[in-house]
C-alpha cells in the first residue's frame, strides 16, 4: 500500500480547502488503470475511487486558483468539482497527485454541482491515457467510477468520478489567484513548493519562469506534431510541470485544417490548432506577470521576465522543427528544411488529407493514396527522397514519429454512446490500440472517419 503525503496541504491555509468527497449511492469500478496502481501501490477498490471511502493516510483538500477564460479575467475558480487525496511517491521517489474529479461540490463550485457524466470522464480516460503511450506529458488516469447516480446537463446522463494522477496539477491560474490577491505569502510559498518538486535547479522566480517556458514549448509542438487540439487553453488549464490538463472538448484532427476548432465554445477559433503558440505564449506572459510582485527591482524584473516569455518563439520554433522533422525522416533537420515541411502541409491542407494518415503513408508502400493532387505530391515526393538519404534508415524514425492510431473523435463518440448503454467493450478496444499508438494493431482504427461519421464539435456540458 502506498505511503502518502500531504505537502500541498502543510502549505499555508489560505492556498486550499479541506473539503471531503461527497459519498455516491452505487459506485462500480467502470476502468482501472493496473499498470498505474503497480507503479503507485495503490488498491482497486471502487469505494475508495468514489470518494465513499477515505484513502489512509490522505488528507482531501480543494485547491484555490484564478483565470483567464477565453482571454476573461475569473478571479475565483479552484477544485469546484475535484478533491486532491494527497500525493504518494513511486519506487523512484517520484511524487504524484492523486486527484478525484467528479465526487461532488467543494467551497469553490460556484453554480456547479461538482459533477462529472460518464462520457468526459471516459474521453478523459482514453484520450490522457493515449497522450500517455504517445510520449507526451499529460495528467492520466487511474480510475473511471461509476456512481450510480444521475447528472443533468442537456439532459439526464450517468454520473461518475475521474481518479487523475499528475506530478501535480499546479496551474498558471494558481500563481495568478495569490497575485491578484496581493497574498505575497502564498505567492511565495507555492513559488517555493514548485521549485523543489518541478525546479528544483532553479534558484528563483526567474529561472523557473524559464523552466516553464521551456516545458510548454515543448508540450504544444508535441502536440502540434500529433495533430492534438486542446480546446481550452485557459491560464487555469496551463500547467506549470508542463502537462496535458483538462481533456474537456479537446479532439485530434482527422483532416489537416491549421484553423481547425472542435470546442462548441469557441466561437471565434481563438483555441485553434494553428493559434496554440500563441496562445501558450500569452499564457506565459500571465504567469510572468503573477510572479512580478516576488521581485525586489520590479522594473528589472519586466526586462528579464519580458525575454524569457519571448524565448518562448524560438523554443517553439526548434521543438516544432525537430517534431515535425522527425515526422519526413529526418533527425537533423535545420530551418533550412522549413520549406519542405511547409510545402507538405500546404498540399495537406489544400487536399484535406487526412493529417496522421498522410504522415503515416510516408514510410509506407503508396504515400501518394492520401493525396488528391497526385502532381503536386509528385514534385514534392521526388524532392523528398533527394533530401532524405537512405529510406531503410528513416522509416524507423518516421514510424516512431508519427502513430498509425490516435483517439479519433468519432471512436471516442461511439465508445460513449456504448458505454451509456452499458457496452464497455469499444473502450476496451480503444484502450488496448492505443497502448502501442505506433503499431497498426487494429486495423480498423486507422480510418478516418466516413462522412456520416464525422464529429464536427465536442460540447462543454462535461
Ligand atoms: N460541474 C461542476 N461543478 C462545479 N464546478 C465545476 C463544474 N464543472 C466545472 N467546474 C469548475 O469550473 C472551472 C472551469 O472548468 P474546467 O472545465 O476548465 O475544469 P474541469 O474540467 O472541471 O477541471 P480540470 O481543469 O481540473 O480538468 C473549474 O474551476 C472547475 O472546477
Ligand atoms: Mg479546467
Redesign the pocket.
Known amino acids: 500500500m502506498a505511503q502518502f503525503d500531504n505537502s500541498y496541504a502543510r502549505l499555508p491555509a489560505q492556498m486550499f480547502s479541506q473539503t471531503a468527497p461527497t459519498p455516491v449511492k452505487a459506485p462500480e469500478l467502470l476502468a482501472f488503470n493496473d499498470a498505474l496502481a503497480a507503479q503507485l501501490g495503490l488498491p482497486k477498490d471502487a469505494e475508495i475511487w468514489a470518494g465513499n471511502q477515505p484513502l489512509e493516510g490522505s488528507m482531501p483538500i480543494a485547491q484555490v486558483?484564478a483565470?483567464h477564460?477565453f482571454g476573461h479575467w475569473n478571479p475565483q475558480?479552484?477544485?469546484?468539482?475535484?478533491v486532491l487525496l494527497g500525493e504518494v511517491l513511486d519506487a523512484s521517489g517520484a511524487r504524484f497527485d492523486v486527484?478525484l474529479?467528479?465526487s461532488g461540490?467543494?467551497p469553490?463550485?460556484?453554480?456547479?454541482?461538482?459533477?462529472?457524466w460518464l462520457g468526459?470522464v471516459l474521453r478523459?480516460y482514453v484520450v490522457s491515457e493515449a497522450m500517455h503511450h504517445l510520449a507526451i506529458p499529460t495528467?492520466r488516469a487511474l480510475a473511471a467510477t461509476a456512481t450510480g447516480e444521475t447528472v443533468i446537463r442537456e439532459g439526464l446522463f450517468p454520473g461518475a468520478v475521474i481518479t487523475?494522477v499528475a506530478s501535480s496539477?499546479i496551474?498558471v491560474g494558481t500563481f495568478q489567484f495569490f497575485a491578484s490577491q496581493d497574498d505575497l505569502e502564498a505567492l511565495q510559498a507555492l513559488t517555493d513548493h514548485v521549485i523543489a518538486r518541478h525546479a528544483p535547479h532553479a534558484t528563483g522566480p526567474l529561472e523557473l519562469l524559464q523552466h516553464v517556458v521551456q516545458k510548454q514549448a515543448d508540450l504544444v509542438a508535441a502536440w502540434m506534431s500529433v495533430g492534438f487540439i486542446h480546446g481550452?487553453m485557459?491560464t487555469?488549464?496551463c500547467s506549470v510541470p508542463g502537462l496535458t490538463?483538462?481533456?474537456?472538448p479537446c479532439a485530434f484532427m482527422d483532416r489537416y485544417n491549421p484553423r481547425q476548432v472542435f470546442s462548441s465554445i469557441d466561437q471565434q477559433g481563438r483555441y485553434a490548432y494553428q493559434n496554440q503558440p500563441q496562445i501558450a505564449a500569452w499564457n506565459l506572459a500571465q504567469f510572468a506577470t503573477a510572479l512580478l510582485p516576488l521581485m525586489a527591482d520590479r522594473e528589472q524584473a519586466i526586462e528579464t521576465f519580458t525575454a524569457a516569455v519571448n524565448a518562448f518563439g524560438p523554443a517553439f520554433q526548434a521543438a516544432w522543427l525537430a517534431r515535425f522533422g522527425a515526422k519526413i525522416g529526418l533527425t537533423d533537420a535545420t530551418e533550412d528544411d522549413l520549406p519542405m515541411i511547409e510545402a507538405l502541409l500546404v498540399l495537406m491542407a489544400k487536399d484535406g488529407a487526412d493529417f496522421t494518415n498522410a504522415f503515416r503513408g510516408l514510410s509506407g508502400q503508396a504515400p501518394q493514396d492520401q493525396f488528391t493532387d497526385q502532381a503536386a505530391f509528385g514534385a514534392w515526393h521526388e524532392a523528398w527522397l533527394a533530401r532524405l538519404g537512405p529510406f531503410e534508415a528513416a522509416k524507423p524514425i518516421m514510424d516512431s514519429a508519427n502513430p498509425a492510431i490516435i483517439p479519433r473523435n468519432h471512436r471516442i463518440e461511439q465508445m460513449i454512446t456504448a458505454a451509456v448503454e452499458g457496452d464497455m467493450a469499444p473502450f476496451h478496444r480503444l484502450g488496448a490500440a492505443l497502448r502501442t499508438p505506433f503499431v497498426a494493431s487494429d486495423g480498423d482504427l486507422t480510418r478516418p472517419p466516413s462522412d456520416a461519421e464525422i464529429v464536427p464539435a465536442t460540447f462543454?456540458g462535461?
Open positions: 486558483y483565470g477564460q475558480l479552484g477544485d469546484g468539482r475535484a486527484q474529479k467528479g461540490p467543494t469553490y463550485s460556484r453554480r456547479g454541482d461538482g459533477r462529472a468526459p478523459e495528467t487523475r496539477h496551474r481550452v485557459n487555469d488549464n490538463i483538462d481533456y474537456g462543454c462535461t
